[in-house]
């Protein structure tokens, strides 16, 4: 229904955009797709993106599935038990979860960043070693 409302065009768009640079490929369309499409939905985003950045794409995306849920619940409620633990823990010894919840957040990215650019490199070297070419 997203990608209807927004029209594939306008998805294919975004995602040329987006997969041009490799920080904005592992973050911004990662957080666009979890944040509006939620788990596992969010996965089909990737298939806007070249076949050489989708397997890098399905990790970081995975990856994120649950650093999103404190500040977004909506992205991954079957996650949500593990965060309102955490969170209890946290109220308990009387800290803010909010900062919890933006710091978890923030974590996430930089991790899907790193493991997004790890699992492409790994990705394309398999690939220049098999000889595929896309």
């Known amino acids: 229904a997203f990608i209807h409302i927004m029209g594939q065009e306008r998805i294919n768009k975004l995602a040329q955009l987006t997969s041009k640079n490799i920080i904005l490929r592992y973050t911004v369309f990662n957080v666009i797709s979890m944040f509006f499409l939620?788990?596992?939905?969010?996965?089909?985003?990737?298939?806007f993106l070249p076949e050489k950045y989708k397997p890098a794409f399905m990790d970081s995306c995975i990856t994120f599935c649950h650093p999103i849920t404190g500040l977004?619940?909506?992205?991954?409620?079957?996650?949500?038990?593990?965060?309102?633990?955490i969170a209890n823990g946290i109220a308990q010894l009387g800290l803010p979860t909010s900062e919890l919840a933006v710091r978890y957040f923030l974590a996430g990215v930089i991790v899907i960043l790193i493991r997004g650019i790890i699992t492409e490199k790994i990705t394309l070297y398999m690939m220049k070693k098999k000889g595929v070419e896309l």
């Open 38 to 47: 939620g788990n596992p939905m969010a996965y089909t985003m990737g298939r």
């Open 72 to 85: 977004f619940p909506n992205a991954n409620p079957a996650e949500l038990f593990v965060w309102l633990g």
